[in-house]
């Protein structure tokens, strides 16, 4: 299934073609621990995919191989047909402008305001005119109700605000994906609950595809297409919400209805 030769335009494979984002039998250890063993998935462009399972199994590890921060073992990973593992960092700006990531604490700048944070984007890959970036912050922070606070340093911000600033920085690039590190962690029901309608938005306005690892059950139920759970650096499960909820896996229902005794 690998390819022989390094090439950004290079299709998927053929049996996979309109996939938006695949992983081919990716496997990654760190030392003699292996994370990730024979990986494969598959996303549609637009599809919503939560990644739950076990603490340490490997799901922000899965979403750094995807955006390029981390390479295979062995495996293949492809984002809208560009080869993601055979190119080299100065090669990534491409990957970089299309999946954008969400880290778990937002990852934002405390010297610079809200609306500089989202701005950063836009001035890093060059953007100087300053009505268009203006425009394209103003627009981002309404997406996420932040309009009004645009001028407030992360340090005054709520755990939740500070999420959706980065979120608005996600979306100011025009992402087509979105990486999302638990982004319901540390907010209480009515904070995530925002946080939900928010990529529910961004799915159904801007068409964008997400990647969502959580831990946040009744999230996955209100936002995800389809769920994966990872355990022991495989696929456990896969498939839509319900089917999560039917699956007859005593693993997977141990660990959905929070039975510790999956992580032993
Ligand atoms: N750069 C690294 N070097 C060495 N080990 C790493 C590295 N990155 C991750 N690991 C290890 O890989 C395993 C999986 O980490 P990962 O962060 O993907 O877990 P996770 O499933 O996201 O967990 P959690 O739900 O607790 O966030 C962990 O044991 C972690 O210590």
Do not use: W
Not at 2 to 7: D, H, K, P
Not at 118 to 129: I, K, M, T
Not at 246 to 252: E, F, G, H, T
């Amino acid at each position: 299934m690998a390819e022989s030769s390094s090439n950004m335009t290079k299709p998927a494979p053929a049996e996979s073609g309109r996939a938006f984002i695949e992983l081919i039998n990716v496997s990654k250890r760190f030392g003699s621990q292996v994370v990730l063993d024979n990986v494969n998935l598959s996303l549609q462009h637009g599809e919503t995919l939560c990644i739950i399972g076990p603490s340490g199994e490997g799901k922000t590890v899965t979403l750094k191989h995807i955006i390029g921060l981390l390479k295979p073992d062995s495996g293949d990973i492809y984002v809208d047909g560009m080869h993601v593992n055979r190119l080299k960092e100065r090669e990534m700006a491409p990957i970089r402008q299309k999946v954008s990531m969400l880290f778990q604490g937002g990852a934002l700048f405390d010297n610079l305001t809200v609306e500089q944070n989202v701005a950063f984007p836009l001035l890093e890959h060059g953007l100087r005119d300053r009505e268009e970036i203006d425009r394209r912050v103003r627009a981002a922070l309404q997406a996420v109700d932040l309009d009004e606070h645009r001028f407030k340093y992360p340090t005054s911000l709520s755990g939740g605000m500070r999420k959706r600033t980065g979120i608005a920085r996600a979306i100011i690039d025009r992402s087509e994906c979105i990486l999302y590190d638990e982004p319901n962690s540390g907010l209480d029901p009515i904070g995530s609950d925002i946080i939900d309608q928010m990529i529910l938005r961004m799915q159904r306005r801007y068409k964008v595809t997400s990647v969502i690892v959580t831990h946040d059950m009744r999230s996955i139920f209100k936002i995800a297409n389809r769920v994966a759970m990872l355990y022991r650096g495989q696929i456990r499960f896969l498939g839509t919400p319900q089917e999560l909820r039917d699956s007859q896996d005593q693993i997977v229902q141990d660990f959905i209805n929070g039975r510790s005794d999956v992580t032993g």
